[in-house]
């Protein structure tokens, strides 16, 4: 009776172990996977019902004693490159990678092409002699009030 007592108390202790295992390997992947209705958090972050899902999906495919590349290739197949958090470099994924820097990259050449005219457009401006003569007259007039 006491192997008996043994044996099961073995079996529960490996079985908390492997769920506590599967635990872990899902909380991973599910930091690994962005949530395709928030874009901006992983589906362990969400609450929307797709990242529910999915995480549901990740765990059970672990349970059938899925790898967590399986996982994660079975994941980019079915929705793409996007729902990874970290998406490969590749050439499909270059918008994602580059897409920032060039936004950044075209607003910096537009704000110094805009300031370059602006300085020609002041610096070409040349006042006519009357009104320089005007503008002397106006600050000599300055100079004699007190």
Known sequence: ????????????????????????????????????????????DSHAGLASDLRREVREQLAQGKSEQEVLDFMVQRYGDFVLYRPPVKSSTWLLWFGPFLL????????????RAARTRVAGVQPSEQQLQRARALLDNDKEQP
């Open 1 to 44: 009776m006491v192997k008996w007592i043994a044996a099961l108390l073995m079996v529960l202790a490996c079985g908390a172990q492997a769920s506590e295992d599967l635990d872990k390997r899902a909380a991973a992947l599910e930091e690994e996977l962005r949530c395709l209705v928030c874009q901006n958090q992983t589906i362990a």
């Open 104 to 115: 950044v990259a075209a607003g910096a050449l537009l704000l110094i092409s805009r300031l």
